[in-house]
């Protein structure tokens, strides 16, 4: 990383920190015995949050049955203890950077649509392929690009020179950063990861979408890589990155086929029309997100 930009971010004060409690839940998934109750009593240590985990919990995307999720318990018991926690880290890492920024111009909403859309991707392909990466796909996909949030807040004026850039020269996102911050938005997202303390894979993605090859998570940042270009694919861009591309000649596709998988079922054509309504999805996931706590629901 750019010594310049590190030493800013190392010093910046107002950083974005995860609230405590995501913290502690965050912690509670490393345990190997960790219980239902101690992850539901944790969440409800924080009211606001655990009413917007279980808003998630209740729509369309997570919702198990046709009957009201009315306490984590029964969320935990219904969806799994790993879901609830992977949902407890999104919706703690999405209260922390907010959509808009600080300054006049921002990428904010192009930026989000692109990370929901590559989430969203991200577990209809690990469902297509049987990868069964329990949640970790769809939070994956939605945090891979956090560093780019970083270098817009504090970094704006040459983040959007690099945006610029990038559009211009019709390169990826990365190589225009580097060109102009002399850092990418892969080696920053992989600080604040760090920094938060988040489980190592997000860690590992967040570094290492765009070159899975080095990852030590070589499974989970394979789908988030293909799953990211199809969202470019499919016009959920954030720069320059709408360059056309054969799905068979990426990296991401030929480790996913060295591990086993039926990469055979990734048909470019077949897979864009199947997600021919992720707009439509990216929306309704923003407005679940984006809706005020209201009032705190059960606790049992």
């Known amino acids: ?42 969440i409800y240590k924080d009211p606001p949050l655990a009413t917007k ?10 919702r198990r049955g046709s009957g009201e999720v009315d306490t984590l318990h029964r969320a935990i018991l219904l969806m799994g203890l790993n879901e609830i926690i992977n949902i407890t880290t999104s919706v703690s890492v999405l209260s922390v950077l907010p959509p808009q920024g600080s300054t006049g111009e921002s990428i904010r909403d192009t930026f989000w649509n692109h990370c929901i859309a590559t989430a969203l991707i991200a577990r209809y392909v690990d469902k ?5 990466s329990m949640g970790r796909e769809f939070v994956g996909g939605l945090l891979h690009d956090i560093g780019k949030i970083i270098l ?22 990365y190589e225009a950063e580097m060109e102009v911050l002399g850092t990418t938005h892969m080696e920053v997202g992989s600080f604040l990861a760090q920094k938060w303390n988040l489980p190592g894979y997000i860690t590992d ?7 899975p090859d080095q990852a030590q998570y070589k499974d989970i940042n394979s789908l988030v890589c293909i799953s990211d270009l199809l969202a470019k694919a499919k016009e959920f861009s954030c720069g320059g990155d709408r360059m056309s591309f054969v799905l068979s000649d990426q990296s991401a596709w030929h480790i996913m086929k060295q591990m086993g998988h039926p990469v055979h079922l990734l048909d470019l054509e077949r897979m864009t029309f199947e997600i021919e309504n992720i707009g439509e999805e990216v929306s309704e996931y923003i407005s679940t997100i984006s809706e005020p706590a209201g009032q705190e629901m059960a606790h049992d």
């Open 1 to 42: 990383m750019d010594n310049h930009v590190l030493d800013v971010i190392q010093n910046v004060e107002d950083l974005p920190t995860l609230p405590a409690v995501a913290i502690e839940v965050i912690g509670l998934s490393r345990s190997s015995d960790v219980s239902i109750k101690a992850v539901s009593e944790c």
């Open 53 to 62: 985990v279980l808003k998630m919990a209740n729509s369309s995307f997570y």
């Open 128 to 132: 297509k392929l049987g990868m069964r």
């Open 152 to 173: 817009d807040e504090y970094f704006h004026d040459e983040f959007m020179e690099a945006h610029a850039f990038s559009i211009d020269v019709d390169c990826p996102m």
């Open 205 to 211: 993605i967040t570094l290492h979408h765009h070159h």
